[in-house]
């Protein structure tokens, strides 16, 4: 079985940094993290691979949002920069065999999700 599991939301202030790390047992998978807002279907965030060395990112949060990872501790870093009142959202993480892309469907394993409201 493997565990994928988020930590750091909570409550962030407009233009602030939020970092939301994320943790999976077992090998080094693709990961990426994806978020869902109230009302909103969930929408592709960044992704990485399993080495760390290529990235990928949803066009409309480019140069906000930031994703690394710390191979030795099998873990993946997402840093929000000038947080923005829509960036509130649940934040999930998930793990994939075969890509670090946008496609919900092609992730194995997804963690339980933590909130990130954003006040102004």
């Known amino acids: 079985q493997v565990h994928v599991v988020e930590s750091g939301g909570g409550l962030v202030q407009a233009g602030g940094l939020l970092r939301l790390s994320c943790v999976a047992s077992?090998?080094?998978?693709?990961m990426a993290w994806f978020r869902q807002a109230p009302g909103k279907e969930r929408e592709f965030v960044a992704g990485?691979?399993?080495?760390?060395?290529?990235?990928s990112y949803a066009d409309s949060l480019k140069g906000r949002y930031t994703i690394s990872r710390d191979i030795a501790e099998n873990s993946v870093l997402l840093e929000i920069h000038s947080a923005q009142l829509d960036d509130t959202a649940v934040y999930s993480c998930?793990?994939?065999?075969?890509?670090?892309?946008?496609?919900?469907?092609?992730?194995?394993?997804w963690g339980q999700g933590v909130q990130v409201t954003v006040s102004s």
């Open positions: 990485i691979s399993g080495g760390g060395g290529q990235t």
């Open positions: 998930a793990a994939s065999i075969v890509t670090w892309k946008s496609d919900p469907h092609l992730y194995d394993y």
């Open positions: 077992g090998r080094l998978y693709h």
